[in-house]
């Protein structure tokens, strides 16, 4: 066994480091290449022989079934090679505890050395463009009718193909049509801005139950999924609840009025309805999380400027891109279409307000294809068939190589009932004991661009919500109750969705030496708790652990709900969010435990690394009785997080602001990271990183309320959110945004965001930007380090406390005591009502020196146990503001108690280049000077303001000290000499980040345009 495991990890060490034909293959129990030839059998030695390959790996699965049900009890290899070319998959390859090995054993699927080998869910059709004209303006076009015999290109129209949104030409990813295109300013919607516009159109689609009888009446049949896919409801009609998934088992007609049946699982019992009624069907564009979604109507129908969502093409294909209110934008169909005005289809889950002034982007009107001289991109045809696409200079038709795709998943590791139904295995146990070195995962497709009816509601298109953050469209690969998995040294690229999604129930997942790029969504994916998952697609039934068909079937322990123990390591993770802008590049949700070391995490739309540890969110239906998942000793470390907030043009280049995100962090944080929040375990240690360059919207935006600003908001560097940010220790790591980023001014916010500070440590580490011209509001130059825990709201029977509680005593202390709008209060305590209470943090009707009753504040005991909250020590604070408008300070966020009783702020630096500060600004609260900081409040007694740092270069990201200058000597890193260095600080070697191989060489990266200058110079980056 452990000469197999060395032989994966030394095929895993020569792909990543690109290794020739020339050296050894492995030795294997059997082969398997494109221009083999499958065998009938699946002996080992005598079938899929080195001489004789099997040419399948859906033949290369069964082998494995086969030898594992006859002996479980040892290691299994398989090889994989390149010759002959991709591996082109017909249907989602399913790895499930039938061909997982027993305990201690483990099966390899590992590359030949030389390329990597693909597996492909695409098809090649190179050869079929020809040189034309496009009929609407003109424009050069290669055109191809390998679609056309599949057309109409229709859901209804249940041929293997559906429609084509995205394929690759040369490897370059291609997309359908937008205007305007990425790295442009986006249009904006007419009317004045900050002025409600628009209506909202109700829809005429309903479904009518009859009580006793199993058959529902659908008004209009075509505007409902097909046979196999499902259906949801915007309000309860007995039996048939809202906003919950139901199967159709059959269809009356395709079209006009008629019935379905449903189920409550695919291929299951119909299901009777208990009530007559009548309820509108939902709209298949819903969001990705079941409890985001809403049966309230909205804004659907609003202005638009000319002809622009106008189309003679298709006119549903067209699409309507928004932003949200936060970091997620919608990509909605469009239902109807005039000059001046445009109806979206989304009823249901539409804007609650739009305004004038709002940014919008218009996705695939055939019209624009071409316009302005843009190329590279593409449109379909639904009604011919017909594939659009606007070559590149000196791209002849004729020799375009050419991969669309037609599978939406590629790989799935799963325990799930449904999956194990299809290939066999055993419920209840966990599915793994898998190595996967050296293979190469590429090409998917979306429900965004097919119009099937998804499970996750990107159905055409998709709500933005915040679960769009962690999961809007399928992954590549996924697991699913999944334990002991290692990807080493793979790479996932041209993905329609998102990446790779080591989660739902699985543990002990590893991802090492790999390459995950370039996908519709997110990127990389793990820890998602069972209750997140049922959230996303299973919300049919009760929804509980082993109940669903989808879902795990392992037994719900905590650790399997959390995912404990996730990796990754020396990974480059890069280009997400190329569809769904407010995908992450990196995502953990309900992760137990993980270590994320040496990544280079870039090119994100918005979040680079979030990290979602939330008890507050338990609002969806059918999900009470699950664990709250909770997160402790965990490790981010060495890595390299850049370019947040970022698109990527046309022409390659990425353009800060472009996807007009905004509230997001390039590093994320929300929730405890220190036990169940309670700080009974050892937090997050987040360390010797570099994040930087974030930039928020870099064009007009209107905020959810209406206010207008001329750039967007909260676009920060270090983002710790939700109040209840607890347990997190931040130390020597470089956070930094630059005056220009590829010829673009990026529009950073705040160098920090931190709310809800509880047992959390900041030391030397170096926060440090240049804001731009145009900045209106002070804030957003804001350190804000300070905002204490406030509004968390209880939830009876919350492992935290909650309203059922009776009473509560100090020696309870992590379930008794309430947050609200930044104090703290004992929940129903008994404590010392003798204690003072102090002016400004009571409870209503306890007045200032009168005696606490229950339920109020007990200074004294929260003084010991919490004391301090948060203590920020040894960093430098430095920026520059392009114009003249003062800076907003250091921000203490809301009022904190009298003398500061939770905080400690001391020996740090402060600088802002060509100003000098005086105050300390409150949010919200009259400045107060730093004088008064620290002689009223007890804070920065030591710390220095207003003395240069002595950086090499502040606005182009060289922090490294100057060998001369005022100051102490610095000792770590490159020395130099620095004011800073007298309180204490120590640099560290600031370009120890990012992927490496062994001998710590950076590993050569997909060419991307425009790196960024870096703190200490590296000459291995193209």
């Not at 390899?108 to 190179?126: R, Y």
């Not at 070697?989 to 050569?1004: F, L, M, N, Q």
């Amino acid at each position: 066994m452990l000469k197999l495991r060395l032989v994966a990890g030394v095929l895993a060490a020569l792909f990543f480091a690109g290794a020739t034909a020339a050296q050894a293959a492995p030795v294997a129990d059997a082969y398997f290449s494109a221009d083999g030839r499958d065998a009938r059998g699946d002996a080992i030695g005598a079938d899929c022989t080195r001489s004789a390959p099997c040419s399948s790996v859906r033949k290369a699965l069964d082998f494995l079934k086969a030898n594992v049900t006859r002996n479980p009890d040892r290691d299994y290899t398989l090889a994989f090679s390149d010759r002959g070319g991709p591996f082109y998959l017909d249907d989602t390859l399913l790895f499930t505890t039938a061909h997982t090995p027993a305990a201690g054993h483990f099966a390899n699927l590992i590359a030949f050395p030389g390329k990597a080998p693909v597996f492909s869910g695409g098809t090649d059709i190179s050869g079929s463009f020809k040189a034309a004209t496009l009929p609407t303006n003109g424009a050069p076009a290669c055109v191809s009718r390998w679609l056309a015999p599949y057309a109409p290109l229709t859901n209804a129209n249940k041929t293997s193909w559906r429609y084509v949104g995205v394929m690759w030409v040369d490897g370059r990813r291609v997309q359908q049509v937008i205007s305007p295109r990425k790295g442009n300013p986006w249009k904006t919607i007419p009317g004045a801005p900050g002025s409600p516009v628009g209506a909202s159109v109700p829809s005429t689609l309903t479904a009518t139950f009859s009580a006793g009888k199993p058959d529902v009446s659908v008004s209009d049949l075509s505007k409902i999924g097909e046979v196999g896919e499902t259906i949801g409801f915007n309000s309860s009609v007995g039996s048939f609840k809202w906003i919950t998934r139901y199967w159709i088992l059959s269809k009356s007609a395709a079209a006009g009025s008629g019935t379905v049946t449903l189920a409550s699982a695919p291929n299951g019992l119909p299901r009777i309805a208990s009530d007559s009624g009548t309820s509108i069907v939902q709209d298949p564009v819903q969001s990705t999380n079941a409890g985001d979604r809403t049966r309230l109507g909205g804004v659907n129908r609003f202005p638009v400027n000319g002809d622009d969502a106008l189309s003679a093409y298709n006119q549903t294909d067209v699409k309507i891109q928004l932003p949200g209110s936060a970091s997620q934008s919608s990509l909605v169909p469009v239902e109807s279409a005039e000059p001046g005005m445009v109806t979206v289809n989304s009823h249901l889950h539409a804007w609650g307000k739009i305004y004038g002034g709002t940014g919008y982007r218009v996705w695939n009107r055939f019209e624009d294809l071409g316009a302005g001289g843009y190329a590279g991109e593409l449109y379909t045809d639904r009604t011919t068939g017909a594939l659009y696409y606007t070559p590149r200079r000196g791209e002849d038709c004729a020799s375009i190589k050419v991969v669309i795709p037609r599978l939406k998943q590629l790989l799935r590791i799963s325990n799930a009932k449904a999956d194990i139904a299809r290939v066999g295995g055993k419920l209840g146990a966990p599915v793994g004991n898998l190595n996967i070195t050296g293979v190469s995962f590429q090409h998917t497709n979306s429900t965004v661009f097919t119009g099937e009816h998804d499970l996750a509601g990107a159905t055409g298109g998709f709500m933005g919500t915040p679960s769009a953050t962690v999961l809007a469209l399928t992954p590549s690969v996924v697991t699913i109750g999944a334990k002991q998995v290692v990807f080493d040294g793979i790479e996932v690229t041209h993905s329609g969705g998102a990446g790779l999604y080591m989660a739902f129930g699985s543990s002990h997942i590893t991802l090492k030496n790999s390459r995950i790029h370039e996908a519709g969504g997110t990127l990389v994916g793990s820890g998602t708790a069972v209750e997140y998952y049922l959230k996303y697609q299973h919300n049919n039934d009760a929804g509980y652990y082993g109940v669903s068909d989808f879902g795990p079937s392992t037994k719900s322990s905590r650790a399997d709900l959390s995912g404990c123990c996730q990796t990754l390591h020396n990974n480059f993770i890069f280009g997400a969010g190329e569809v769904s802008t407010g995908a992450s590049c990196v995502s953990f949700v309900g992760l137990l435990k993980y270590e994320v070391t040496y990544n280079s995490i870039h090119d994100c739309t918005s979040f680079g690394l979030a990290n979602a540890q939330s008890h507050g969110e338990r609002g969806a239906p059918y999900f009470s009785g699950l664990y709250d998942p909770y997160s402790y000793e965990s490790n981010i470390s060495h890595n390299e997080i850049y370019y947040c907030g970022y698109e990527t043009n046309l022409d390659g280049v990425s353009v800060p602001g472009s996807s007009m995100a905004n509230d997001f962090g390039c590093f994320y944080s929300n929730g405890p990271v220190d036990g169940a929040g309670d700080g009974s375990q050892q937090g997050l240690t987040f360390s010797y990183n570099s994040v930087h360059d974030v930039s928020s919207g870099a064009y007009q935006t209107v905020m959810w309320n209406g206010r207008v600003r001329p750039h967007g908001y909260d676009g920060v560097l270090d983002y710790h959110d939700g109040n209840i940010s607890f347990g997190l220790t931040l130390h020597h790591n470089l956070f930094y945004n630059r005056a220009k980023v590829n010829g673009y001014t990026p529009y950073a916010n705040r160098l920090a965001q931190h709310t809800g500070n509880l047992r959390d440590k900041i030391y030397n580490n170096i926060f440090a930007s240049v804001f731009p011209e145009g900045y209106a509001y002070g804030a957003d130059y804001a350190i804000q380090l300070t905002v204490p825990p406030w509004d968390f709201r209880w939830i009876a029977g919350h492992p935290w406390g909650g309203a059922g509680e009776q009473s509560c005593g100090l020696a309870e202390k992590q379930s008794c005591y309430v947050i609200n709008n930044g104090v703290l209060y004992v929940l129903k305590a008994v404590c010392d009502k003798a204690a003072p209470c102090i002016a400004g943090d009571k409870p209503p009707g306890c007045a200032p020196g009168e005696t606490c009753s229950d339920g109020a504040l007990n200074w004294t005991a929260l003084k010991a146990l919490y004391d301090p909250v948060l203590t920020a020590t040894r960093n430098i604070f430095a920026w520059q503001v392009v114009n003249s408008q003062k800076a907003g300070a250091p921000q203490s966020g809301n009022e904190v108690p009298p003398f500061s009783q939770f905080f400690k702020f001391d020996f740090n630096l402060f600088y802002q280049a060509g100003e000098t500060l005086v105050d300390y600004v409150r949010l919200g609260k009259p400045p107060t000077s730093f004088v008064d900081w620290r002689a009223l409040y007890g804070q920065d007694v030591h710390s220095i303001v207003n003395e240069d740092p002595n950086f090499m270069d502040l606005a182009n990201g060289d922090f490294n000290f100057r060998a001369e200058g005022r100051g102490a000597p610095c000792h770590g890193g490159r020395g130099g000499v620095s004011p800073a260095c007298a309180l204490g600080f120590e640099p560290w070697d600031y370009s120890d980040v990012g992927a490496r191989e062994g001998d710590r060489r950076t590993i050569a990266e997909d060419s991307r345009a425009g790196a960024p200058a870096k703190a200490e110079p590296r000459t291995d980056r193209p």
